[in-house]
C-alpha cells in the first residue's frame, strides 16, 4: 500500500507562486507516472501536470507553462511548481500515482486546497 500526502496549498493573490508536495510513505522507483489532478465543485477532476519515470512530462493546455511537475526519488517527493496563478486556479489539487511494482495500482492523496484571490 502506497500512501500519498500533499501539502503547499494556501491561499494566494493572482499572480502569484505556489509550490505543492506530494510524500510518498515508500520509494517511487515503481511509480510509472505520476501527476496532479486538480478539481472544482461542481466539475470533474482534471489533469494539471504529469511526469513518467522517464521524466517525460505533460501539461494540460491551461497551464500555458506556468507550472512544472517534477519528481526527486531520493526523497520519494512529487512537486508541482505553480507561477503566475490565476483565480480560476483554483481548486482542489490531487496527487496521484502509478505503481506498476512494488504495490501495483493506482493511488491518491487526500488533497490540498489552492485559492487564488483577484
Known amino acids: 500500500q502506497v500512501r500519498l500526502v500533499e501539502s503547499g496549498g494556501g491561499l494566494v493573490q493572482a499572480g502569484g507562486s505556489l509550490r505543492l508536495s506530494c510524500s510518498a510513505s515508500?520509494?517511487?522507483?515503481?511509480?510509472?507516472?505520476m501527476g496532479w489532478y486538480r478539481q472544482v465543485p461542481g466539475k470533474q477532476r482534471e489533469l494539471v501536470a504529469s511526469?513518467?519515470?522517464?521524466?517525460?512530462?505533460k501539461y494540460a493546455d491551461f497551464v500555458e507553462g506556468r507550472f512544472t511537475v517534477s519528481r526527486l526519488y531520493a526523497k520519494n517527493t512529487l512537486y508541482l511548481q505553480m507561477h503566475s496563478l490565476k483565480p480560476e486556479d483554483t481548486g482542489a489539487y490531487y496527487c496521484?500515482?502509478?505503481?506498476?511494482?512494488?504495490?501495483?495500482?493506482?493511488?491518491w492523496g487526500q488533497g490540498t486546497q489552492v485559492t487564488v484571490s483577484s
Open positions: 515508500g520509494t517511487l522507483i515503481g511509480a510509472k507516472t
Open positions: 511526469v513518467t519515470n522517464y521524466d517525460t512530462t
Open positions: 496521484h500515482a502509478h505503481f506498476v511494482a512494488g504495490p501495483a495500482g493506482d493511488y
